[in-house]
């Protein structure tokens, strides 16, 4: 298994209130991506990075922030949770995206809550 | 605009017999194709993928096929365990240095497979 941890992996949270999610990997790989995965959707693209400090949106990037000062580690931030942000977030690495390869490897996922 | 579609929610089999899982798909710039298999409480796991140069891929029980005229792939498993019961989804990305390995998923199908 790819070394990948998410924390927390269970958080219950108030309306308004800011979160931070943590996505750690030991791979030193350059790419992560944060999902969301909601029944009926699948899985949609939240944010990713492409290298550190370096960011973009994915296709359900409204509400959400994200921060990638080391290679480690990516931060997934919604910056005042609403109860439409209730769901499981999944952080994936990729050691090689761009060149037709792609594949992703997933964390365990956090399950968030928001009352 | 759904990109990837698993018309099918849920698949029943027997075991031992073939589960035919299937993936629509509607953007001509994807090249690269995946399914992941998805156990409740836990992150997708790769199973098996296939460049768009390709028409079939194999891995053990699995196979891939794809049909790139008809926009469309499936997934096989011969022959079906009851350890295959799971969330099964498609992904799709779009080749070249700018999509950064960018995943589109399909909505999953919930395979059961009975003993």
């Known amino acids: 298994d790819a070394g990948i941890t998410q924390s927390p992996r269970h958080k219950v949270t108030e309306t308004g209130t800011p979160v931070t999610l943590r996505c750690h990997q030991t791979?030193?790989?350059?790419?992560m991506y944060w999902y969301r995965q909601d029944p009926g959707h699948g899985l949609r693209l939240i944010h990713y990075s492409y290298g550190v400090k370096d960011t973009d949106k994915g296709e359900v990037s409204d509400g959400y922030s994200v921060s990638r000062s080391k290679t480690e580690d990516f931060l997934l931030t919604l910056e005042s949770a609403t109860s439409s942000q209730t769901s499981v977030y999944f952080c994936?690495?990729?050691?090689?995206?761009?060149?037709?390869?792609?594949?992703?490897?997933f964390g365990p996922g956090t399950r968030l809550l928001v009352l | 605009d759904q990109q990837v579609k698993q018309n099918s929610p849920s698949l029943s089999v027997q075991e031992g017999r073939i589960s035919i899982l299937n993936c629509d798909y509607t953007n001509s710039m994807f090249d690269y194709f995946l399914w992941y298999k998805k156990y409740p409480a836990e992150g997708p796991t790769f199973l098996i993928s296939i460049s768009s140069i390709k028409d079939k891929n194999e891995d053990g029980r699995f196979t891939v096929f794809l049909n790139k005229s008809a926009k469309h792939l499936s997934l096989h498993i011969v022959p079906s365990q009851p350890g295959d019961s799971a969330v099964y989804f498609c992904?799709?990305?779009?080749?070249?240095?700018?999509?950064?390995?960018?995943?589109?998923f399909g909505q999953g199908t919930i395979l059961t497979v009975h003993p």
């Open positions: 992904a799709a990305s779009e080749g070249g240095g700018t999509s950064y390995g960018k995943l589109t």
């Open positions: 994936a690495i990729s050691p090689l995206p761009g060149q037709g390869q792609g594949t992703q490897y």
């Open positions: 791979e030193n790989h350059r790419y």
